[in-house]
């Protein structure tokens, strides 16, 4: 079983007891769970259930590995440049994005 979600505008292939990096959001600090509900696909075995463009009382649950302050991980540091074909036009800026790790729980439907 294995189902799509969105979250921070991309969209996630989940199943349960993967570890997913997802955009950073607000959370309370003793939350232990997040739930998921903009689900958009959700699969088991051969039935298949699309939505339009969500699943009515469809949702994921998440949970932390301890807590939400502890399960933001940062992303690989990447390095834009701005050029322009000028002598000494050059900008280097680097950039290092933050995500929340989860592992999925459950997938409701």
Avoid: C, W
Avoid at 24 to 53: C, M, Y
Avoid at 70 to 95: Q, T
């Amino acid at each position: 079983m294995y189902a799509i979600i969105e979250q921070g505008g991309k969209q996630y292939k989940v199943s349960q007891g993967d570890v997913v990096n997802i955009e950073l959001t607000e959370v309370p600090a003793d939350a232990k769970t997040i739930e998921l509900n903009k689900v958009l696909f959700v699969r088991n075995g051969d039935t298949v259930q699309i939505g339009s463009p969500y699943l009515d009382g469809a949702k994921v649950m998440a949970s932390f590995k301890v807590s939400a302050e502890e399960s933001v991980v940062k992303g690989p540091k990447l390095y834009p440049m701005h050029f322009r074909r000028r002598k000494a036009s050059r900008r280097r800026i680097g950039h290092r994005q933050k995500y929340l790790q989860v592992t999925i729980d459950s997938i409701e439907v």
